[in-house]
């Protein structure tokens, strides 16, 4: 039910991930009656009907005392029992994040899920960002956990040993703040971590590392500085063209250099350091986005991205101070 | 003698500067034997001879101890005495920074100084950007500091009065880290300031604050990411476009594109809350960019932004405590 357009969304990206994963089965959760007839799936899709709707603006605390008959809650609840191996929702960031916790809960160590996302990358990579805003306020501890997790989500994408940075304003040691300097220091001797140092901002799209770190307000910034440069580029370049003749001889030419950024291709954040794969897809994705971010929740299920992060945190007590 | 071409760039800019501006003189600081004969613009330039150099990789400390005979320290010795208005240098920044400090000195209150840069925005206007990167770890205060001296920044742009925004995760109040949030209390209830709120990463280009204010860790990644993807957009704008008769056709519409986040049109970047006007040109920049690294400095000077700043700051502590 989540997102600007719901099930008119949801349902057709749906049906197109059950035509792609012949052996997967989808719990779809929301108001029986605002959906199509869907028994066309020999049994693979089961509409679980929830009668509570989350209004947009409602406060986190606020549905999670009063909503438990929401689409959301029920969602997360099936993760949890383990009716359900991930849960993908186009919600509100805030009640996602509150309920997620709530209703799966945390990792040991954790109080927060970080949240992560996988970007393209100029030489046709894929580059791990984290956290992108759910961690405001971090220590270089926090650093060091999101590095592990971040690991952790690069190898269930195939990459065997990711290379880890820091997010900083140079390159050189020495650089960056208090914060940055810190979880240097804590990287270069973690020996679970392939650690390649410090990238800049205008280093993280070109490759050179797996896994960008930072705290959750600096992501937040880079990303969205990122995202909004693509747009109003791309948005000019539209327009300069708009004449039709010239339309049609650049339209490939545009949507080539659209679909390195295009949103909807890297749709479906993580949210990492729950005890279940919990992935959020954007409000304004399109059925295409919605499953990317379906695709996003199926590979971390199938790769026990939980476990695995389970694991990696685990071993941080045992680090040796040198590597 | 700075940037990466030294004269080759810095003398064509000075030469354009002076045609541009009949009323305005130069002292032009360098190695008299590698400078071309400069006598055609009738006492206007002056070239003062300095037999050091600074090394590429020279630490700042090392240069301001041995260096005191370089084009950039008696370059900026000469903004101390008032013998020149303004410096510009296309030197390393770590060396400008601490050889400002040390020859020009900081205003009351200020420790270093913020580094503030002007971008074009889509409506067609300009943003102010700071800190950049000079403070990395700065509390409240320092970000109020920040916000009075952008204020006084765009004020010599001709912009009467500057809207002042935040950068931060989230536009609604109640988002964002401890500083920021500390840092919106000080702004709300400051009378000197047209404090506006928070903006997000992808609104800063978008043209809703006239000044947007941040740390210099979250400063540096917003501008190097967005550096970073207008570059990476279109060179593969332009890789796709290699084909003769496309790029013919393109060419103008690229460049209208390319010319709106074109490095060299933004260059200049002002060290904001020194006792003189001094400008870092980047040490890429060609020679119609050093020329907008002098006009920042020209218009800086003309509009002794150095005493709007200390003004604005000397206000600091009698600012009631509601607005």
Redesign the interface.
């Known amino acids: 039910m989540g997102g600007d357009q719901g099930p008119a969304t949801t349902v057709p990206a749906v049906a197109a991930f059950l035509r792609r994963h012949p052996h997967t089965r989808i719990l779809l959760f929301g108001a029986a009656r605002e959906l199509p007839s869907l028994d066309c799936y020999g049994g693979r899709l089961t509409v679980v009907d929830c009668p509570q709707r989350l209004d947009a603006d409602e406060r986190p605390a606020q549905a999670l005392r009063h909503k438990r008959e929401s689409s959301l809650w029920r969602a997360l609840a099936a993760v949890a029992t383990g009716e359900a191996a991930a849960c993908v929702s186009g919600g509100e960031t805030g009640a996602l994040m509150a309920m997620s916790i709530a209703a799966v809960g945390m990792l040991p160590g954790l109080v927060r899920p970080a949240i992560c996302t996988l970007l393209p990358t ?1 030489p046709g990579g894929r580059v791990g960002l984290l956290d992108l ?1 759910a961690n ?2 971090c220590d270089a501890e926090l650093l060091h956990q999101f590095a592990r997790m971040g690991a952790a989500r690069l190898q269930v994408e195939g990459v065997a040993n990711p290379r880890v940075a820091l ?1 900083n ?2 390159a050189e040691g020495g650089k ?3 914060v ?1 300097k810190a979880a240097a220091a804590l990287l270069e001797t973690d020996p679970s971590l392939r650690y390649t140092g410090f990238v ?7 490759g050179a590392a797996d896994v960008v770190v ?5 992501g ?18 539209r327009g ?2 708009a004449a039709i003749w ?1 339309r049609r ?2 339209r490939p ?2 949507d ?2 659209l679909s ?2 295009d949103p909807s291709q890297y749709n479906g954040a993580s949210l990492l350091g729950l005890g279940g794969v919990v992935v959020k897809s954007h409000g304004a994705a399109d059925a295409a986005g919605f499953g990317y971010a379906l695709d996003v929740a199926h590979t971390e299920a199938l790769g026990q991205l939980p476990e695995r992060i389970a694991a990696r945190l685990a071993v941080a007590g045992d680090a040796p101070a040198a590597g």
Chains 1, 2 share one sequence.
């Open positions: 100029a805003g405001v306020d997010l304003v140079g960056g703040n208090r940055v800049e901002g205008d280093q993280v799209l070109l930072s705290d959750g307000f600096v937040n910034v880079a990303l969205k500085s990122i995202e909004g440069v693509a747009r109003l580029l791309l948005a000019r370049l300069s063209a010239r001889l650049l030419l545009l080539s250099a390195f950024l």
